[in-house]
């Protein structure tokens, strides 16, 4: 019988502090959402909802709200589209669902759940998996549903700018605690179920200005998200260097092959590896032990976790 206390934790994005132009409202309006959304899982997690269930509920809610690059308020396209991916894992089953490129589909991450249970594959990609989505009962949404404004005015000034597609929305006009023009927006959640089953979720709007067709590592299991008996991992940050680095899975590897413990694999991952290769952002990570660990190598992570029975915790700066 498991004895570890069961837990969750999620993410919103890594990126550079702002602190000096975001207003206490904004900070408070920012951690009362991830307690929010942290509390939610809480309940189901008390309910005896397995890890697959809680870190798939958070998502959704995460993709719901607005201030995170996922589902509704992801970030444009150079085309000025959303195409968004999303992937879900389960720990002790190794079964696993992704999607990449979803146009219509409200809330992506519940694509990736139904493309594990009902497909028959891992990952389905483009008009194909929205389709696919729609015959499984999932909501479909315009195309525009999932832009807003302050994003649409992002895209233009990044393209004004010529920038790269390393930026996210902008917060010019309403600072966000970390700088929306530095700042990865992906959304993910790690469980460890009353019953020691573990289970990661990532979603993503991508990044700001990405070339249409863009893939990066959230769908892309052991890049951005990774489950197993050992630790379940959702990463956030420069795509291209977390699929290089295989991140995800390098932190189960780690802690498998070489003996180390949670915390130094995900140190070495988040401060060496990644760094190597030009990799700025973080991750979310729960032991099989129940050990929790929040690494990243911005100057803050929109962040929180909570233990059965003991009070939410959310930060975003150091
Ligand atoms: N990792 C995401 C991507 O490359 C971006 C992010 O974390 O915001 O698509």
């Given at each position: 019988m498991n004895t570890k206390p069961a837990m969750l934790a999620i993410h919103g994005g890594a990126g550079t502090i702002l602190r000096q132009t975001t207003s206490?409202?904004?900070?408070?309006?920012?951690?009362?959402?991830?307690?929010?959304?942290?509390?939610?899982?809480?309940?189901?997690?008390?309910?005896g909802a397995t890890a697959l269930d809680v870190v798939q509920a958070c998502v959704c809610l995460l993709e719901e709200n607005e201030r995170f690059n996922a589902g509704r308020g992801a970030v444009y396209t150079a085309a000025a589209t959303h195409e968004l991916d999303a992937s879900i894992m389960e720990g002790h089953t190794r079964r696993a669902g992704a999607v990449a490129g979803l146009r219509t589909t409200r809330n992506p991450v519940r694509a990736a759940r139904a493309v594990m249970e009902f497909?028959?594959?891992?990952?389905?990609?483009?008009?194909a998996a929205d389709a696919f989505a729609m015959a499984q009962g999932l909501e479909q949404v315009a195309p525009d549903w999932f832009g807003t404004p302050q994003r649409l005015a992002q895209l233009r000034r990044v393209q004004g700018e010529g920038g790269?597609?390393?930026?996210?929305?902008?917060?010019?006009?309403?600072?966000?605690?970390?700088?929306?023009?530095?700042?990865?927006?992906?959304?993910?959640?790690?469980?460890?179920?009353a019953h020691g089953r573990l289970a990661a979720a990532t979603s993503t709007g991508g990044m700001t200005n990405k070339k249409p067709g863009r893939v990066g590592d959230s769908p892309i299991l052991g890049a951005g998200c990774y489950a197993d008996d050992t630790v379940a991992i959702s990463c956030t940050g420069t795509g291209e260097a977390f699929m290089r680095s295989v991140a995800a899975h390098e932190v189960s590897a780690q802690m498998r092959y070489l003996g180390r413990s949670l915390e130094a694999a995900c140190e070495d991952v988040v401060g060496e590896r990644l760094p190597a290769v030009g990799g700025q952002g973080g991750l979310i990570a729960v032991s099989h032990k129940g050990e929790l660990c929040l690494p990243f190598n911005t100057e803050g992570m929109y962040r929180g976790w909570v233990r059965l029975g003991e009070a939410a915790q959310a930060r975003i700066f150091r």
């Amino acid at each position: 019988m498991n004895t570890k206390p069961a837990m969750l934790a999620i993410h919103g994005g890594a990126g550079t502090i702002l602190r000096q132009t975001t207003s206490l409202e904004t900070e408070q309006a920012y951690l009362q959402a991830l307690r929010d959304i942290l509390r939610a899982g809480e309940v189901l997690l008390a309910q005896g909802a397995t890890a697959l269930d809680v870190v798939q509920a958070c998502v959704c809610l995460l993709e719901e709200n607005e201030r995170f690059n996922a589902g509704r308020g992801a970030v444009y396209t150079a085309a000025a589209t959303h195409e968004l991916d999303a992937s879900i894992m389960e720990g002790h089953t190794r079964r696993a669902g992704a999607v990449a490129g979803l146009r219509t589909t409200r809330n992506p991450v519940r694509a990736a759940r139904a493309v594990m249970e009902f497909s028959g594959h891992v990952m389905l990609i483009g008009p194909a998996a929205d389709a696919f989505a729609m015959a499984q009962g999932l909501e479909q949404v315009a195309p525009d549903w999932f832009g807003t404004p302050q994003r649409l005015a992002q895209l233009r000034r990044v393209q004004g700018e010529g920038g790269a597609a390393i930026l996210d929305h902008d917060g010019a006009q309403c600072p966000a605690p970390l700088d929306e023009r530095q700042k990865f927006g992906t959304v993910g959640a790690v469980a460890l179920d009353a019953h020691g089953r573990l289970a990661a979720a990532t979603s993503t709007g991508g990044m700001t200005n990405k070339k249409p067709g863009r893939v990066g590592d959230s769908p892309i299991l052991g890049a951005g998200c990774y489950a197993d008996d050992t630790v379940a991992i959702s990463c956030t940050g420069t795509g291209e260097a977390f699929m290089r680095s295989v991140a995800a899975h390098e932190v189960s590897a780690q802690m498998r092959y070489l003996g180390r413990s949670l915390e130094a694999a995900c140190e070495d991952v988040v401060g060496e590896r990644l760094p190597a290769v030009g990799g700025q952002g973080g991750l979310i990570a729960v032991s099989h032990k129940g050990e929790l660990c929040l690494p990243f190598n911005t100057e803050g992570m929109y962040r929180g976790w909570v233990r059965l029975g003991e009070a939410a915790q959310a930060r975003i700066f150091r």
